[in-house]
């Protein structure tokens, strides 16, 4: 099974300020289709989780434009640009490349300083 | 407007079982992979099974293989997840998803508590 490891596993972050979450895959997850299935999803207190990115760096409709996704093989990255109130949650990466089974990162949780 | 409204679940004893439900809308349901994933409290999210468009074709965790069945009516509209043999590290909201590399859009989550 692919093992999905993000780091850091709390985010503290000023409002206004960028932050940036990494996940890393423990091996490439190119599909031989060429694609990469990767996702992340964002999960508010007391919500469900909502995809914002798919295939790496697609942003999903709705999802403002200051998150962004971006890497390859196994190492990749979801930015917020400028942190807003509203993103406070967890946000999880998702492989769904090798599956079954499909696997998740543990999370990490996104707090305003 | 895609949705997806989860049913079904409560409170159970060990051993028990429970039928959730997924009832789908605003999307042709018949033409999608569709998931199950659980999240026990406190914890990370879990892919728990998925099932192909027309049925033929069932995935589950290594955990739940064996007492859990996933399955789908397509003229309902509407997916389950038959849960047997329950046990206490089964507790957790469990949710319906669309897809299965992607999974695009949740429901609200159902709360499944096993307890005696």
């Known amino acids: 099974d692919v093992v999905m490891t993000q780091s850091p596993l709390s985010l503290p972050v000023t409002l206004g300020q960028p932050a940036s979450i990494s996940c890393r895959s423990s091996?490439?997850?190119?599909?031989?289709?060429?694609?990469?299935?990767l996702n992340w999803f964002q999960q508010r207190p007391g919500q469900s989780p909502r995809r914002l990115i798919y295939?790496?760096?697609n942003r999903d409709s709705g999802v403002p434009d200051r998150f962004s996704g971006s890497g390859s093989g196994t190492d990749f990255t979801l930015k917020i640009s400028r942190v807003e109130a509203e993103d406070v949650g967890v946000y999880y990466c998702?492989?769904?490349?090798?599956?079954?089974?499909?696997?998740f990162g543990g999370g990490t949780k996104v707090e305003i300083k | 407007e895609v949705q997806l409204v989860e049913s079904g679940g409560g409170l159970v004893q060990p051993g028990g079982s429970l039928r959730l439900s997924c009832a789908a809308s605003?999307?042709?349901?018949?033409?999608?992979?569709m998931t199950w994933v659980r999240q026990a409290p406190g914890k990370g999210l879990e892919w728990v099974a998925s099932?192909?468009?027309?049925?033929?074709?069932?995935h589950y965790v290594d955990s739940v293989r064996g007492r859990f069945t996933i399955s789908r009516d397509n003229a309902k509209k509407s997916l389950y997840l038959q849960m047997n043999n329950l046990r206490g590290e089964d507790t957790a909201v469990y949710y319906c998803?669309?897809?299965?590399?992607?999974?695009?859009?949740w429901g609200q989550g159902n709360q499944v508590t096993v307890s005696s």
């Open positions: 099932i192909k468009p027309d049925g033929s074709d069932t």
């Open positions: 605003g999307f042709t349901f018949s033409t999608y992979w």
């Open positions: 998803a669309r897809g299965q590399r992607g999974c695009d859009y």
């Open positions: 295939k790496v760096s």
């Open positions: 998702m492989q769904g490349t090798h599956w079954p089974p499909l696997t």
């Open positions: 091996q490439s997850l190119v599909h031989s289709d060429g694609n990469t299935y």
